[in-house]
C-alpha cells in the first residue's frame, strides 16, 4: 500500500515569510508528485507537479523533489492571507492512472 | 466549459437506504475518479475508469458501485447506506498520463452525504 506522509500542521506564518510544506512517501516507483491546494468547504486544485530530481519554480512556488530521500517539498515565497488552505501532497501510483493522496498540512498566514 | 459538476451538493440519507452520486464532465477527459474525504483527512479513492465501459477499483470501494456508460457520466452508487458513509464525495477527471506520469486531474465541487 503506498503511504504519503505529511505533517497535519497547522503551519502558521506571518505575511511575506516563506512557507515550507513537506512530504515523504514510501513507493520508489512513484515517478510524479503533485502539489494541491484545497481552501476550506472547497475541492481540490492542481498548483505544481514535479517528476525530475531538484526544483522547480513558478511564481512564488517552488517545489523540490529528492527520489533518493524519498522527500518532496513545496515552498511558498512571500506568504500571503490568500495562500491559507491546506495542501495536499499526492503521488501517482498504479500504472500512473491514479494518485495516492496524503492527509495535508493546513498552513496559516497571519497579516 | 462547465467543467465537472456534480449533484447534488448536500443529501441527508437514512440508514438503509440508497442514492447515485451524479458526476458529469464537458472536457472529453477520458479518465475519470470517485474520491471520498473524511474531516481532517486526504483524499482516498473509492473507484475510477480509464473510459467507457471499464470501471476499476480504488482503495476503499466496499459499499459502492460505479458505471461508465458514457466518456461524459461517472454516476456513483451507494447502496444500504451506513453512517461510516458520511462523508464529501469529489469527482475527478483527466486525460490520460504523460510519459512521466503526469495527469493533471480536475475536481467537481463536491457533494456533502450524511447518513443517519
Known amino acids: 500500500q503506498k503511504e504519503v506522509e505529511q505533517n497535519s500542521g497547522p503551519l502558521s506564518v506571518p505575511e511575506g515569510a516563506i512557507a515550507s510544506l513537506n512530504c515523504t512517501y514510501s513507493?520508489?516507483?512513484?515517478?510524479?508528485f503533485f502539489w494541491y491546494r484545497q481552501y476550506s468547504g472547497k475541492s481540490p486544485e492542481l498548483i505544481m507537479f514535479?517528476?525530475?530530481?531538484g526544483d522547480k519554480e513558478d511564481g512564488r512556488f517552488t517545489a523540490q523533489l529528492n527520489k533518493a530521500s524519498q522527500y518532496v517539498s513545496l515552498l511558498i515565497r512571500d506568504s500571503q492571507p490568500s495562500d491559507s488552505a491546506t495542501y495536499l501532497c499526492?503521488?501517482?501510483?498504479?500504472?500512473?492512472?491514479?494518485?495516492?493522496f496524503g492527509k495535508g498540512t493546513m498552513l496559516l498566514v497571519s497579516p | 466549459n462547465a467543467g465537472v459538476t456534480q449533484t447534488p451538493k448536500f443529501r441527508i440519507l437514512k440508514i438503509g437506504q440508497s442514492m447515485t452520486l451524479q458526476c458529469a464532465q464537458d472536457m472529453n477527459h477520458n479518465y475519470m475518479y470517485w474520491y471520498r474525504q473524511d474531516p481532517g483527512m486526504g483524499l482516498k479513492l473509492i473507484y475510477y475508469?480509464?473510459?467507457?465501459?471499464?470501471?476499476d477499483k480504488g482503495e476503499v470501494p466496499n459499499g459502492y458501485n460505479v458505471s461508465r456508460s458514457t466518456t461524459e457520466d461517472f454516476p456513483l452508487r451507494l447502496e444500504l447506506a451506513a453512517p461510516s458513509q458520511t462523508s464529501v464525495y469529489f469527482c475527478?477527471?483527466?486525460?490520460?498520463?504523460?510519459?512521466?506520469?503526469?495527469?493533471?486531474?480536475?475536481f467537481g465541487p463536491g457533494t456533502r452525504l450524511t447518513v443517519l
Open positions: 513507493d520508489r516507483g512513484s515517478q510524479s
Open positions: 514535479i517528476y525530475s530530481n
Open positions: 475527478a477527471s483527466s486525460y490520460p498520463p504523460t510519459g512521466t506520469g503526469v495527469n493533471e486531474q480536475f
Open positions: 499526492a503521488v501517482n501510483g498504479e500504472g500512473y492512472s491514479t494518485l495516492t
Open positions: 475508469s480509464v473510459g467507457a465501459g471499464i470501471t
